[in-house]
């Protein structure tokens, strides 16, 4: 592995991008301080400009020189869940770029629990900035094969890893203000995140509200083909209403196993694991693209814990 990072390390400080895992989906990454590079992000994935997009980093050095007024309760939630799947969105400093953060004058920045990433971060010497590896609007990649496919020919380079652990991106808090709010639910829960800071809230949706995460308003995380999502009392009335329709049918089942009609040709069952679920969700979903299904049926889970991240991905998907 160590030749494999020098070989990253050596294409991005040439201005490259290298995709690379991590615990929660793997990234597509670039040089912080390198403008143009930042631009072929955007590019490569066709993310809106408005997008901003997460700094990596691997020490807490690299925190204090990309914030400022950084509130001392949220070291708090730092010593607890970093590193690990926690974004924090943090008021900027002059020295972190105006370009990864889409213009706004905050920064995201997460320090991820992965080995590989870590490594990367720590040879380059410097902040990666890097979103999820997929084309925008498209679901984030989990596997080393997923990337490959999707983005293997427009980056320099793709590092191997494992599946990711976690399978789903990570929470976005905003710090900026308090209560901190959810602008994004991940992995560390509410329910986590409260036992830490009781105040901590979900961010407040309305159509009249100013988006305060800019990615939550694009299209996001869609597989190519219809996703239909299925509430569990509704599984037999949602069977019998597109089993004899001519269409190619994917199912995810969460608490029963479905027999397999004529026209199922991708069967997946989660046996009441939540956990299994939102790591399966995006490898699935390019599986169920393989097996050329067209009408996807997902079953749909409490929003709870993290049902909440595993629904507000699966409810996207589906729009
Ligand atoms: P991705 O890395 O592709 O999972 O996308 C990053 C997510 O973090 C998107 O939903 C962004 O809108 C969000 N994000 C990044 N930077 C900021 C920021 N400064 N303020 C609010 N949300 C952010
Ligand atoms: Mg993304």
Known sequence: MKREIKKAVRFLNQGGLVCFPTETVYGLGARLFDEQALQKIFKVKNRPMDN???????????????????????????????????????????????????????????????????????????????????????????????????????????????????????????????????????????????????????????????????????QHYKPNCKVVLVEPQYWEKTLEQWQNQKTRLGVFSYSKKIPNFKNIVFNKMFHGNKFEMAKQLYSYFYDAEKAKVQTLLVETIEQKGIGLAFMDRLKRASA
């Not at 925190?63 to 974004?87: C, D, H, S, V, Y």
């Not at 002059?94 to 706004?104: C, I, N």
């Not at 490959?148 to 980056?155: I, P, S, T």
Request: glycine share 6%; net charge positive; proline share 8%.
């Open 52 to 218: 901003p997009l997460i700094v990596h980093i691997a020490d807490l050095k690299e925190l204090k020189m990309l914030t400022q007024n950084f509130p001392r309760a949220a070291f708090k939630l730092i010593e607890k869940f970093w590193p690990g799947p926690l974004t924090l969105v943090c008021k900027r400093s002059a020295l972190a770029p105006a370009l990864a953060s889409a213009g706004l004058k905050t920064v995201a920045i997460r320090m991820p629990n992965h080995r590989t990433a870590l490594e990367l971060i720590r040879a380059l010497g410097e902040p990666i900035a890097a979103p999820s590896a997929n084309i925008s609007g498209r679901p984030s990649s989990t596997r080393y094969q997923d990337v490959v496919r999707e983005l293997g020919n427009k980056v320099n380079m793709v590092l191997k890893g494992e599946q990711s652990e976690l399978g789903l991106e990570s929470t976005v808090l905003d710090i900026t203000r308090v209560p901190f709010r959810i602008l994004r639910p991940g992995f560390v829960t509410l329910e986590k995140l409260k036992k830490v800071l009781p105040n901590i809230c979900l961010a407040a949706k309305g159509k009249n509200k100013k988006v305060l995460s800019p990615g939550v308003k694009h």
